[in-house]
């Protein structure tokens, strides 16, 4: 398209012959603007229109801006204060014993509807009798004022509220309220989560509440009184406190970034407590969205280290391609392309599988898992809810992350606990399976039957290689890097895990996470126990070692110690070496 | 001052640009910083940005647009086509673009990154369409064997389909009606008016009908109590707290609540603080720009400059006029921004562009018939 030029424009009209294209256009002209009219003059009058238009919208705006500057704060404001009042109560949280965890406590709140009352001024002088604390000229100007609603007094007490009432004033009332509160602060925070101001769940078990169907319910407007069933979960609100307060020492001891713990149900799958320090207080949720203070047991992943050998080995084990007498060669470090793997306790010679768990062979660990192949391995920790993400009532969880392309060398490190990344709690529910005969049962923040437990549970190893490995995780304990933690009285098997943390892309040396997962008792195990520091600093009584067995696994023992009576575990002295009270019971059924 | 005498292409630039207008405009941009000091700064600590981050990037914006403006005045109606006509190329193919390359933001893709700058194309395409529309009017008034209406609801239907694929739908609604407004200028017959008008509803019962959200804002427009109308809520609220005078600078409260304080709901936010006496000279600010434009457009006697002003006119003032009455809860909610007011860098230059251009057409100039044949004794020298 170009400009026109006003010499054709001039021209064309006058052109002797039409072209019958034109004439069409010309009949479209008429069709569309009608014959023989002054277009222009038309156009002035339409404009005309238009002006009219734009005037009278513009004065309609204007008018309705006039009208709001005249009309004092009026029924808007109150609509949407009262709306808010409307209670919304949700069922109390309680631990397994009973104990409250979060309750809804209903405060009594004073407003007015000035238009009803008959003398403000006396209304004034009797409320501020009662409510010294009440500004008593502004709250006759309250008073006084045209409007129907006005607030008086947010959450006042049950003895006011009679005495409010004993006035007799008309045109005064009571709302009631509804306040979520902790009464245990930060203890269980991150596994009840929170509410918002208008008391809806927005994280942990609150939110999942809310998904069950609560949130429909207040929107129906059901839920508002208090016959909702309080919902139990599977902590113990005593083994929780206990967790963290050992928790909180070795947070402080051994400097570190953070510090988690769980206790697990090896039986029945419940979580029976999970501390995440640093933690909040639920009570004050604006805390948690200080980014430090995640759940790092649901929402946080790791390289888990050597604990994750204690799946390798199992693995080996169930595949019936090797038993604790089959030996691994790990005079050498494995090496691999550019990469050579070497143990940090090397022994240099050949290993058996249960040397290679008490020393913590990478090699070795490395060899099981290479004999068994990239597919076996890969579907064996599939199997075990390794590479899938993990889903509990919590709505806070994450995706492991699974090496795109698994090639041998993925193998090799997976196998000891390096290049997969999971949810601690993903880990603990794996190695459970791996000591409770074998069965693997998602984990549960609600308390939970073993019928109901033995109901959900897969099949994932053999009841025989479970046994081998309770034998390993205490041989552990009696000669290896578990130590620290052996608690006497409870048997106490465990394994070790210390994990160098990627920074800038390259394995630390310095920056640790280590880990500890202890089983109690290892003979006929009840409970799991994990323990996770991360970046534990060397302190004098450690000798210059930031690895596991000097700093997660004497948390570990101070923990055990602990809770071992509150869970009714009976201690049991002068028993047995492993081989003998786990290996030897067992053999008949073999 | 400039004088008379002189005649330097400042001076003649001077002399015929209509200046109250161009002050009434100023005017309005000066206003405009002043009511992002106060809407702003809650958006932007809610995004945990500095609080004066957009008051920042508002003025940065100002500044090109400003030059804009008085840059695009000078042009002569010619040129004014041809740059309208490389603007709407540009920026439909950037609108097309948008659907392959643009983030989605809120379900629409509606913005571009080019050279780093984060561009929302169909802002540019409108003014440029008005122009493009007039033109092709002006010339079925003229010209009557140019195909010009075919080629005008062509450029309709291909601009409606790109915005409805983004989907933007107040674009397409603004531009529907400034071609509508046109059309209906140039002289259409009152069967038309009939016709188009149809046409129109039709376009809105099939949006209620199959986009769900304009579905939810209608019936909570009929029926508050249907849904949630906590931002029309609090709009209303700032227009009540803030009386006669507002409630001083900063003392504004509902402002913190108000989601898009800083684009779509600026004028509440002037309600409260600075109080409705502010917002009644803001209207009329708007109104005076868009009436003086209109009254022009009667009084030019060049066809093409007349749609072009009233065309403009229209855009600029059906946009400030929908922005208000969404504020006042005169209509139902429909996101758009308040000109020269509201946030936005796109929004900004579109409009100083658009203004620019109006304030080139409604300059004085010699009348049409002087000007022909003025032409022609120019074009007479140059052999065709």
Redesign the interface.
Same mark, same amino acid.
């Given at each position: 398209?170009t400009?026109?030029? +006003?010499?054709a &424009?001039a021209e064309?009209p006058l052109a002797p012959r039409t072209?019958p294209? !034109?004439l069409h256009? $010309?009949s479209?002209?008429a069709i569309?603007?009608?014959r023989g009219?002054d %277009?222009?003059k038309?156009?002035?009058a #339409? =404009?005309?229109l238009?002006?009219l238009a734009? &005037?009278i919208?513009?004065l309609?705006?204007?008018g $309705?801006?006039?009208l709001?500057?005249l009309? +004092?704060?009026?029924p808007? !404001?109150q609509? #949407?204060v009262s709306g808010d009042a409307v209670a919304t109560s949700r069922p109390d949280i309680l631990d397994r014993r009973g104990e409250v965890l979060a309750t809804d406590v209903m405060t009594p709140s004073l407003f007015a509807e000035p238009r009803r009352i008959i003398d403000s001024d006396e209304a004034a002088e009797l409320l501020t009798a009662v409510m010294p604390d009440l500004d008593h000229s502004d709250l006759r100007e309250r008073l006084g004022s045209r409007r129907g609603f006005v607030w008086l007094k947010r959450e006042i007490s049950a003895k006011q509220q009679t005495e409010v009432h004993h006035l007799g004033v008309p045109g005064l009332g009571f709302l009631t309220e509804n306040k979520r509160v902790y009464p245990n602060g930060p203890e269980v925070s991150h596994v009840i989560g929170h509410v918002n101001v208008d008391n809806q769940g927005t994280a942990g078990i609150e939110k999942w509440l809310d998904s069950t169907g609560l949130a429909d319910l207040h929107r129906a407007g059901f839920a508002s009184d208090r016959d909702q069933k309080p919902v139990q979960l599977s902590i113990d609100l005593r083994v929780q406190h206990a967790l963290r307060d050992e928790l909180v020492a070795a947070h402080r001891k051994f400097k570190t970034i953070a510090a988690a713990g769980i206790v697990l149900d090896v039986r029945t799958g419940e979580v029976v407590a999970m501390v995440s320090l640093p933690d909040y207080d639920s009570n004050n949720p604006r805390e948690a969205n200080d980014p430090t203070k995640f759940n790092r047991l649901t929402t946080g992943i790791f390289e888990m280290g050597s604990t994750f050998k204690a799946i390798t080995l199992g693995m080996g084990l169930d595949s019936g391609k090797m038993n604790l007498a089959t030996t691994f060669d790990a005079r050498l470090p494995l090496r691999y392309g550019r990469f050579k793997i070497s143990d940090y306790h090397a022994q240099n010679r050949v290993l058996s599988i249960p040397e290679i768990f008490t020393y913590s062979s990478n090699i070795g660990a490395a060899r099981v898992a290479l004999k068994l192949g990239v597919e076996e391995h890969k579907s064996f920790l599939r199997k075990l809810g390794q590479l899938d993400r993990l889903r509990t009532e919590l709505p806070e969880s994450r995706e492991p992350q699974v090496p795109k392309r698994w090639g041998e060398l993925n193998t090799v490190t997976i196998a000891f606990g390096h290049g997969l990344s999971v949810a601690p709690l993903q880990a603990v529910m794996g190695v459970a399976a791996l000591l409770n005969g074998g069965k693997l049962i998602p984990p549960t923040f609600l308390k939970r039957s073993e019928q109901e437990a033995n109901a959900l549970a897969k099949q994932v190893v053999k009841p025989e290689t479970s046994v081998q490995m309770r034998y390993l995780m205490r041989l552990n304990a009696e000669k290896g890097s578990a130590g620290k933690a052996d608690v006497k009285g409870y048997y106490v098997g465990g394994k070790t895990g210390t994990a160098e943390k990627v920074v800038n892309g390259r394995y630390s040396k310095t920056k640790l996470m280590t880990d500890f997962m202890a089983v109690l008792p290892s003979d006929d195990p009840r409970y799991l126990v994990l323990i996770m520091l991360d970046e534990p600093q060397i302190i004098p009584e450690t000798k210059g070692f930031a690895t596991a067995s000097w700093n997660a696994a004497p948390t570990a023992a101070n923990v055990i110690s602990r809770i071992g009576p509150l869970l009714g575990l009976v201690p049991r002295f002068d028993l047995p070496t492993a081989d003998r009270q786990i290996l030897a019971s067992s053999k008949p059924t073999r | 001052m400039v004088s008379r005498a002189t005649r330097s292409p400042f001076a003649s630039w001077w002399w015929t640009v209509d200046r109250l207008t161009l002050a009434a405009i100023i005017t309005l941009m000066l206003g405009g910083i002043v009511l992002s000091l106060a809407a702003s700064p809650p958006v932007a600590t809610r995004i945990g940005l500095d609080p004066f981050y957009f008051v920042g990037r508002h003025i940065m914006y100002l500044i090109p647009a400003l030059v804009l403006m008085l840059a695009v005045s000078l042009l002569s109606p %010619?040129l004014i $086509? #041809?740059s309208a006509?490389v603007v709407f190329a540009i920026s439909f193919v950037l609108v097309i673009m948008t659907q392959f390359y643009g983030a989605e933001v809120k379900g629409a893709h509606r913005w571009i990154i080019i050279a780093g700058v984060n561009i929302q194309p169909s802002e540019f395409l409108k003014p440029a369409f008005v122009i493009l529309v007039a033109w092709l009017f002006a010339? &079925? !008034?003229?010209?009557?064997?140019? +195909?010009a209406?075919?080629i005008a609801l062509a450029l309709l239907v291909a601009s409606v389909v790109a915005l409805v694929m983004q989907p933007d739908f107040g674009q397409t609604m603004l531009i529907s009606l400034v071609w509508g407004?046109l059309f209906?200028?140039?002289?259409? $017959?009152m069967v038309?008016v009939v016709g188009l008008t149809g046409v129109a509803s039709f376009g809105l019962f099939s949006a209620y009908y199959f986009v769900p959200y304009i579905a939810r804002r209608i019936k909570r427009f009929l029926d508050p109590a249907s849904g949630d109308t906590f931002q029309i809520?609090n709009s =209303?609220?700032s227009?009540? %707290?803030?009386?006669?005078f507002g409630r001083g600078p900063g003392e504004g409260t509902v402002k913190r609540i108000l989601p898009d304080s800083h684009a779509d709901f600026v004028f509440a936010v002037a309600?409260e603080e600075f109080?409705?006496?502010l917002? =009644?000279v803001l209207?009329?600010l708007?109104?005076f720009i868009?009436?003086r434009a209109?009254?022009n457009?009667?009084r030019n006697?060049d066809?093409f400059a %007349?749609?072009a002003t009233?065309g403009l006119a229209?855009l600029f003032?059906a946009q400030s !006029?929908i922005n208000? &009455?969404v504020n =006042?809860a005169?209509i139902p909610a429909k996101g758009m921004t308040l000109p020269f007011i509201s946030y936005g860098g796109s929004s900004m230059i579109s409009l100083a562009y658009g203004m620019g251009m109006l304030l080139a057409l409604m300059r004085e100039r010699p009348s049409a018939e002087g000007m022909?044949s003025q032409? #022609?004794i120019a074009?007479a020298g140059i052999p065709a």
């Open positions: 398209m400009d026109h030029n +006003p010499d &424009s064309m072209p294209q !034109a256009r $010309r479209v002209q569309l603007y009608g009219v %277009r222009a038309k156009a002035k #339409r =404009l005309g238009a002006i734009f &005037s919208v513009y309609i705006i204007g $309705r801006l006039v709001y500057a009309t +004092p704060e009026g808007v !404001a609509r #949407r | %010619r $086509r #041809r006509l010339e &079925s !008034a003229k010209k009557p064997d140019v +195909p209406n075919t407004a209906f200028m140039a002289g259409m $017959r038309w809520d =209303l609220e227009f009540m %707290r803030g009386g006669w309600a109080g409705i006496v917002c =009644l209207v009329a708007f109104a868009v009436l209109l009254t457009a009667m006697e066809p %007349r749609f009233a229209i003032g !006029a208000m &009455s =006042l005169l022909a032409q #022609r074009t």
